[in-house]
């Protein structure tokens, strides 16, 4: 084929090598002028500064709004602890395990591992007082047991501690509410005009069912006494003859526990018992405490079995 015929299409390595040429070129340029150029900085010590100054700056702002905004969620979000303000005090029972809003004590008298946790449990809370605590609560553990070995079981109720707080007692009969206890109301009608101020009633009530007759006692009485009841510690006089002028100190948390014992408890039957504490201005749900009693015993055939007649 002659050389005249053939059609180049153009110099294709010139032409790629002249456009990365050119590129170049258009970068120079670019680098060099005036108005687009960006040459780094030179670091001085006055650019150093600036820099650091704007870092405390920024952080003191940021500092700033991360406080402002903690201090408006606490103050919208979270509820304010006052501790100058007085809290209500509640009521708490042991032993037993809740299920629900209801304590549940399950024990049987055969039942070794029941009884021995129930004693050391009961004995933990009593003992913490030093000696003045079995001696107050010394008529619920005559057996040993806390009453769980004889069939007289024994429940421990202590008002919580809110420091600073003073109670309103009822001091009559009358000024009891409506939905207090008649037996309470006769009880308080029964004390002296003395024997009635400032004490914090308590009244517990087993629910009415046929074939029950639980009797109730309350060791060592069926009451708080509210003078100082709610503080780290007192000091009151000695009265005594043998130290005229003198004084001693007293825990009052010793005597924010009574022991509730029930007599006459049948076994096999789900007991149901609501304690509460009267006060004017403790709220009855917080002094409201339910608790439900199951003593467990073995069950004696009433009828012959089967088997038994076969082999007569």
Request: hydrophobic residues 40%; contains cysteine.
């Amino acid at each position: 084929m002659p050389n005249d015929a053939i059609v180049y299409s153009g110099p294709y390595e010139v032409g790629r090598l002249r456009r990365r040429r050119d590129r170049r070129v258009e970068e120079y340029l670019f680098r060099r002028s005036t108005r687009t150029s960006n040459p780094p900085l030179e670091v001085t010590m006055c650019r150093i500064t600036k820099l650091v100054a704007y870092f405390i700056v920024f952080f003191l702002v940021l500092g700033a709004f991360t406080g402002g905004l903690a201090v408006l969620v606490m103050a919208l979000h979270i509820p304010a602890d006052r501790p100058g303000c007085p809290k209500f005090p509640g009521l708490c029972t042991t032993p037993g395990t809740y299920v629900g809003d209801q304590k549940q004590i399950v024990w049987g008298i055969g039942n070794e591992k029941e009884l021995g946790a129930i004693r050391r449990k009961l004995s933990r809370i009593v003992e913490s007082y030093g000696l003045e605590g079995p001696k107050r609560m010394m008529a619920c553990n005559l057996d040993d047991s806390w009453g769980y070995a004889s069939g007289k079981p024994c429940i421990l109720m202590k008002l919580t501690h809110a420091l600073g707080f003073e109670a309103i007692t009822y001091n009559d009969a009358m000024t009891l509410p409506d939905n207090a206890p008649d037996e309470l109301y006769d009880y308080v009608v029964d004390l002296g005009m003395e024997a009635r101020m400032n004490r914090i009633w308590v009244a517990c009530q087993v629910k009415n069912e046929k074939g029950l007759d639980v009797k109730i006692d309350y060791v060592p009485e069926r009451f708080f006494e509210a003078e100082a009841l709610f503080t780290k510690g007192n000091v009151f006089l000695n009265d005594s003859s043998d130290n005229e002028g003198g004084t001693y100190t007293e825990d009052p948390s010793l005597r924010r526990i009574i022991g509730v014992q029930f007599l006459n408890l049948p076994p096999n039957r789900d007991i149901q018992v609501r304690c509460q504490v009267w006060a004017k201005n403790i709220p009855l749900h917080m002094g409201t405490a339910r608790i439900l009693l199951h003593q467990t015993a073995p069950v004696h055939p009433t009828t012959p079995l089967l088997l038994d007649e076969w082999y007569d």
